[in-house]
């Protein structure tokens, strides 16, 4: 990231701008003149801010086009190029005249919440030019701005109207009244996000509304209030949260959103015009934090296909603004694809992201919501569903949308607005007797871990289902030679004796082929003759094994449309069907992508006893994935165990690495390699020769016996720990409340 300032570079100094006089002598209530000396030397000393100077230009001299260009371009060209500065006003005038003048405001969304942006674009060229213009005209334009902007709601699409409303209020030098406008954009403004970040209406939402070029009254209001002094937007947990969300997570590597609430089936809309950086947004990151600054810029240059030498943003008064702040804060920002990171795997408290370690558009991408409350309106209830991404394709989606109240068709069959907006069927969920979900939201992620092997994390669900349900996800990593995969792991307790339990896994395609009935399905990404989808991305050949490793009572083939605007396809989907005892179900699903250049594992149920799962053999690496009650103490083969969930490597019949949630596992017969703890634990153990026995560990505060050859110590994030008792091959120690990383000495 390019930071040019006082501290970094000598090019800029606060006061060598401030010793210019402002052009006309005054100050605007938004945008302040005694900037515009600061401005002008940017554009001189910088590529990016003298190429965003020429497209202002070039824009203004076009003489036409929408009232963001118009506005916005003509708005900068007077700033930057003071000598034609006539030219520029006469366009500004002409555009209110034929434009704002004539809006027609509505109360719906695309009446009002879309054509904010621009009042917010005619509002900052007027206030630059106002010195310029008659009483008369200036007492018009006002008249008309401001006559549009109290047209606009203020009850939904939050936080446009108020946004707007403030905005006049700042412009007209109100200051009672632009306060108490303040008081209620910062509330509207706050609904958009939790703490965590994760935005409750969904992953293509936030990137609409937070993104979107035609959403400046929602998206860039915010700067403005940064760039007069309100410094508490950047600075807000929360919001810094959101943005890193937003540009990490909200879609997949490779760029098209992930299906969660009302999203559109489109994606990879981070630049619309070629080389043009047409949300600048994007480009104004780093203001929120390093890692939203570095992963917006993977966006720009893996997804949009951008490069540092080509890459324009256009010349927008706004974007400005964004982009340079004010002379006082001397703090410009520059971008830097060559600082471009993928987002590595995260746990928040209302989604789950278990990412490929490779900085690649291939990499693959499990992701689980389970929002804690506060919802919006454009959720769906698809508390604990999956989506997941890989290879440059979306492989399992959830059910998206295609706009309020449509229902969609294809080949002959329609899906209704109520089974995919309401119904939890049409996303890869958990329910019970066929039920729908009751509620938009569960009770979020209980616990994960993450930069290791094998990662994992627990997403909880009590309020939507009659039940308790616990999703647990375990990603091992492409690591010893081996491909990645995912396991599902669903812990489910009924209120209903004799219950049913179904899992619905949906996948990207027209047809899911059967392997083996009741135990394996393929499905091979492809558009079937004759059909509109599903919209392909890659050149590679992308599929999926979904492999049963618990066994259903039945499984039925299903069909829906699934949509994407244009592109609406006839799709299978697997509903599988689990019986209940004692009014407890667990079952193991294994997610196993491919495409050419990674070939699925070889997959084999295991069903014994008390537990079930599945052996994964990819050549010499052969994984053990096994689920129960963890009540009881089970064996398989030379393993012993007792948890929920049990997963371990070997190679050429050697241990190498293992995950537990539970209270024990134990590996090999002279010298043993494992735990055994008081209360359960989750815990990840790299058990390979010349690496010792290292890992992460999440405790609920309990005592722990380690189990490896000459283990001597343990270290918990660096520092040894007290040793409560020890043996040979054996420690026992107290592992506190939390998460940590362990080291076995």
Request: aromatic share 12%; with cysteine; glycine share 10%.
């Amino acid at each position: 990231m390019k930071i040019y300032n006082s501290r970094s570079k000598s090019v800029l100094l606060a006061f060598f701008c401030l010793m210019f006089l402002p052009l006309q002598g005054f100050s605007g209530n938004i945008i302040d003149t005694t900037d515009y000396s600061y401005w002008r030397k940017l554009a001189s000393t910088s590529k990016m801010y003298r190429a965003m100077k020429t497209s202002a230009i070039n824009l203004a001299n076009k003489r036409g086009g929408e009232t963001r260009e118009v506005m916005g371009a003509n708005a900068l060209a007077y700033v930057l190029d003071p000598a034609n500065k006539n030219q520029y006003i006469n366009a500004i005038k002409k555009k209110f005249e034929t434009r704002i003048r004539t809006m027609k405001i509505g109360d719906g969304a695309g009446t009002s919440s879309v054509p904010s942006h621009e009042l917010l674009h005619a509002l900052l060229a007027l206030d630059v030019i106002k010195y310029e213009l008659s009483e008369a005209e200036l007492k018009s334009y006002e008249y008309d701005i401001k006559d549009k902007i109290f047209q606009l709601v203020t009850k939904r699409w939050k936080p446009h109207g108020i946004a707007m409303r403030m905005m006049w209020y700042k412009y007209a030098n109100d200051i009672t009244k632009f306060e108490a406008a303040k008081k209620q954009y910062d509330k509207d403004l706050a609904i958009h996000f939790y703490p965590d970040g994760y935005s409750p209406a969904g992953n293509g939402y936030v990137i609409g509304r937070f993104n979107h070029i035609g959403r400046g009254a929602k998206n860039s209001v915010f700067d403005l209030m940064e760039y007069m002094g309100y410094n508490e937007y950047f600075s807000n947990p929360g919001f810094r949260n959101l943005h890193e969300f937003m540009y990490g997570y909200a879609s997949a590597p490779f760029g098209s959103n992930m299906f969660y609430g009302d999203t559109r089936g489109g994606g990879i809309d981070w630049t619309i015009n070629g080389a043009e950086i047409s949300t600048p947004t994007i480009a104004r990151a780093a203001r929120f934090s390093d890692d939203a600054y570095k992963w917006a810029m993977w966006k720009l240059k893996e997804q949009a296909g951008l490069s540092q030498d080509t890459a324009i943003l256009p010349g927008y008064l706004l974007s400005y603004v964004m982009m340079a702040g004010s002379a006082s804060n001397n703090n410009p920002i520059e971008i830097d694809l060559g600082d471009a990171e993928l987002a590595p795997s995260k746990i928040f408290d209302n989604y789950a992201a278990l990412i490929g370690n490779n900085q690649s558009k291939d990499a693959l991408y499990l992701s689980v919501l389970s929002m804690t409350d506060k919802v919006d309106w454009h959720a769906q209830n698809e508390s604990n569903s999956i989506g997941l991404s890989g290879f440059g394709e979306r492989i399992l989606r959830n059910s998206g949308y295609d706009g309020p109240n449509n229902s969609v068709s294809a080949e002959g069959l329609t899906s209704s607005w109520d089974f995919i907006k309401y119904n939890s069927e049409s996303g890869n969920v958990l329910m019970i007797d066929g039920e729908r979900h009751t509620s938009k939201y569960g009770n979020g992620i209980e616990e994960g871990i993450v930069g290791t092997n094998i990662e994992y994390f627990r997403a909880s669900s009590n309020i939507a289902i009659k039940g308790e349900h616990f999703r647990d996800v375990i990603f091992l990593q492409a690591a010893d030679g081996a491909n990645g995969y995912y396991i599902v792991a669903d812990h489910v307790t009924t209120d209903v004796s004799g219950a049913t339990v179904n899992i619905v896994w949906h996948p990207n395609t027209a047809i899911v082929e059967t392997v083996e009935d009741q135990k394996h399905y393929h499905s091979v990404l492809q558009v079937k003759k004759g059909a509109l989808g599903p919209v392909l991305y890659s050149n590679n050949t992308v599929k999926l094994s979904t492999f049963l490793g618990t066994p259903p009572i039945s499984v039925e083939k299903k069909e829906m449309v699934n949509q994407m605007r244009g592109h609406h396809y006839r799709a299978e989907y697997l509903y599988n069907n689990y019986s209940t005892s004692g009014n407890k179900a667990d079952v193991l699903t294994v997610l196993f992508p491919g495409d050419q250049n990674h070939e699925i594992g070889d997959l084999t149920r295991i069903a014994v006893g008390n537990y079930t799962g599945s052996e994964i053999t990819q050549e010499n690496i052969v994984d053990v994935a096994l689920i129960s009650g963890g009540k009881t103490l089970e064996t398989n083969k030379t393993e012993s165990f007792q948890g929920e969930n049990v997963v371990y490597r070997k190679l050429t019949g050697k241990l190498i690495s293992y995950f537990v949630k539970g209270v024990s596992f134990i590996s090999g017969r002279d010298v043993q390699t494992g735990f055994k703890s008081d209360d359960p634990i989750a815990l990840f153990m790299n058990t390979k020769n010349g690496k010792g026995n290292s890992g992460k560990i999440i405790s609920s505060g309990t005592y722990v016996t380690f189990y490896a050859p000459n283990i001597s110590s343990v270290k918990l994030d660096g520092e040894k720990i007290p040793v409560e008792k020890s043996k040979e091959h054996g420690i026992r120690v107290n592992i506190p409340e939390g998460n940590y990383t362990i080291e076995l000495l």
